[in-house]
């Protein structure tokens, strides 16, 4: 069974104060590694995918890294509005037919 | 052009009450994933459709549950009978393909409250 294990559950920041959240997974045979940014009352909404050990995307302020065993994603001199909560999720060789499964998100708060 | 539509947004339903999920996929997308998202839990898989197939329900409930997508119109989910366990939030997916890692986007969701 495919597992994600996100740390820290909370996180508050100063702004500009750059940090890093983690997503640990367990899949066999991973196809891809997703990031979602959740503000509150609102749907997920998609940030970047990942493929392979190795890779790393950039978004603005958001940076993303995957190993063979775990995803960061860096948040360089965060705004207020980058305060909200962040999904990772994997699809596996075994979940199904592009299921995905979700870790239970970290919430990030930033202060100005 | 317009992301995945849900409605309603919010629903209440008293015990024992049937309750109707709509969803609307993007457009050109033709295939619709059902998540559930309770309170301090994260989100959860519950069924996969494309045009008038049901391609994986393996997260979803065996009784009192059921999901459509038909030819035509939105995709439904339809809960009966429900308890006040049902309340959470459901989301609604969709991608144009149902390839290995096709990125799946969300709707708003539907916050569900049983009284």
């Known amino acids: 069974e495919d597992q994600v294990t996100q740390s820290p559950e909370a996180l508050r920041l100063q702004e500009g104060e750059s940090s890093s959240l983690n997503c640990s997974y367990t899949?066999?045979?991973?196809?891809?590694l997703f990031w979602y940014r959740q503000d509150p009352g609102k749907g997920p909404e998609f940030l970047f995918t990942?493929?392979?050990a190795g890779e790393e995307k950039e978004k603005e302020r958001l940076k993303a890294t995957l190993t063979k065993k775990e995803s960061f994603l860096h948040i360089t001199a965060p705004k207020p509005e980058d305060s909200a909560t962040y999904l990772c999720?994997?699809?596996?060789?075994?979940?199904?037919?592009?299921?995905?499964?979700f870790g239970k998100g970290t919430m990030l708060l930033v202060s100005p | 052009n317009a992301g995945v539509m849900q409605n309603p947004r919010h629903l209440v339903r008293r015990r024992g009450q049937e309750a109707r999920l709509r969803c609307s996929p993007m457009?050109?997308?033709?295939?619709v994933y059902w998540y559930r998202q309770l309170p301090e839990e994260g989100l959860k898989f519950m069924v996969y459709?494309?045009?008038?197939?049901?391609?994986?329900e393996s997260g979803m409930p065996k009784e009192r549950f059921s999901a459509e997508f038909p030819k035509e119109g939105p995709s439904i989910l339809r809960i009966q009978q429900v308890v006040r366990g049902d309340s959470a939030a459901y989301f609604c997916?969709?991608?144009?393909?149902?390839?290995?890692?096709?990125?799946?986007?969300f709707g708003p969701g539907t916050r569900l409250t049983v009284l």
């Open positions: 997916a969709s991608s144009p393909l149902a390839e290995s890692t096709d990125t799946q986007y």
């Open positions: 899949v066999s045979g991973l196809r891809g």
């Open positions: 990942l493929y392979s």
């Open positions: 999720a994997v699809q596996g060789d075994f979940s199904g037919y592009s299921t995905l499964t």
């Open positions: 457009k050109g997308h033709s295939h």
């Open positions: 459709l494309q045009k008038e197939n049901i391609i994986d």
